[in-house]
Each structure stands twice: as C-alpha cells, then as structure tokens.
C-alpha cells in the first residue's frame, strides 16, 4: 500500500522505472490495487473483479 510513502518510492513503482529504463522491447507497467483494512474476501473480489479483467501477465500478491 505504501502509505506515508510517495508513490514514487513505493517498491512497485521504483522496480517499474528500474525495468523500463534497462531498455527492452515491451514496457513495464505496475497497477497498485491494495486498499488498507481489506478483508481476504475483498482481496479476493479485487482481484476477480479489477485485477482479472486487466489481463495481467504476472499478479503478485502480498
């Protein structure tokens, strides 16, 4: 979630800008869709009902 912390220095934003700067044909791009004090069944409609539907190649879930 990385609150208090500027989104550029959260972890997913800073390994995005490391990856897109190592210059490969395809660019990265990290979605951020944590929201504090969810429960496991929100968690799980976030990631069927937001997640999913992006079409994701790699979901980490932390």
């Given amino acids: ?5 500027e989104i550029e220095d959260i972890y997913h934003s800073r390994i995005e800008v490391e990856l897109n700067h190592r210059g490969t044909p395809l660019p990265y791009e990290f979605i951020n869709y944590a929201v504090g004090s969810y429960y496991p069944d929100q968690q799980l409609a976030t ?3 937001r997640a999913l539907p ?4 790699l979901i980490i879930f932390q």
């Fill in 1 to 5: 979630m990385g609150t208090g912390v």
């Fill in 47 to 49: 990631l069927r009902h």
């Fill in 54 to 57: 992006a079409n994701p190649n």
